[in-house]
Each structure stands twice: as structure tokens, then as C-alpha cells.
């Protein structure tokens, strides 16, 4: 057994179907990076919203998953700095600092 990076690293020439595999999900990143898998769960938790009428089991994105920011995007900062500023993160987790 070979393993390799990324599926350019497979040398399709030598490949012997039936006597070789190859274990590739395309779009595997949004399982495996944190960012991607929480933009996937964030646009489907908004989509669901807006579609359908949430039933008493719809358990948001934020009660199983820590909340979460972006800060590279304009809205998530201003979102967090405004939870910040009113004191409402002190009260729930001691562990975040601003620098």
C-alpha cells in the first residue's frame, strides 16, 4: 500500500484496476477543516430556515458547536467585539482575551 498527499501524486500509468484502490472523497476538506466544516454546517443551518419552519427538535448550529467567528470577515469581528463590549462572553467563558 502507497500514500499519497493528493490525487496528483497518483501515477495513473501503473494503476491496475481490480488489484489497486484508490480512497479519495472530492470536497473531503469540509469534514476535515474546521472553518470549512462550520461555513457547510452555517449555510445549511440558514438555508433550513429559510425553506422550512423549524420544528421543536431543530437544534441550532451554536448548541453543539461552540460559537464560532470569523475574524478575517467584517461582520463575524463586529459581531464579536458588540458580545465583548457587552459583557456577555465574560459571563460565559473566562478563557477568551483580547490583545
Do not use: A, C
Amino acid at each position: 500500500m502507497k500514500w499519497v498527499q493528493s490525487i496528483q501524486n497518483i501515477n495513473w500509468n501503473l494503476f491496475i484496476d481490480g488489484k489497486q484502490m484508490v480512497n479519495h472523497i472530492i470536497g473531503e476538506d469540509y469534514f476535515t477543516n474546521k472553518l470549512q466544516l462550520y461555513q457547510s454546517l452555517q449555510t445549511y443551518q440558514n438555508t433550513y430556515q429559510i425553506i422550512s419552519k423549524p420544528s421543536i427538535n431543530y437544534l441550532d448550529l451554536n448548541q453543539f458547536i461552540p460559537q464560532t467567528f470569523k475574524l478575517d470577515e467584517q461582520n463575524d469581528r463586529n459581531r464579536l467585539f458588540h458580545l465583548h463590549q457587552s459583557n456577555i462572553f465574560s459571563r460565559i467563558n473566562h478563557f477568551i482575551y483580547f490583545i
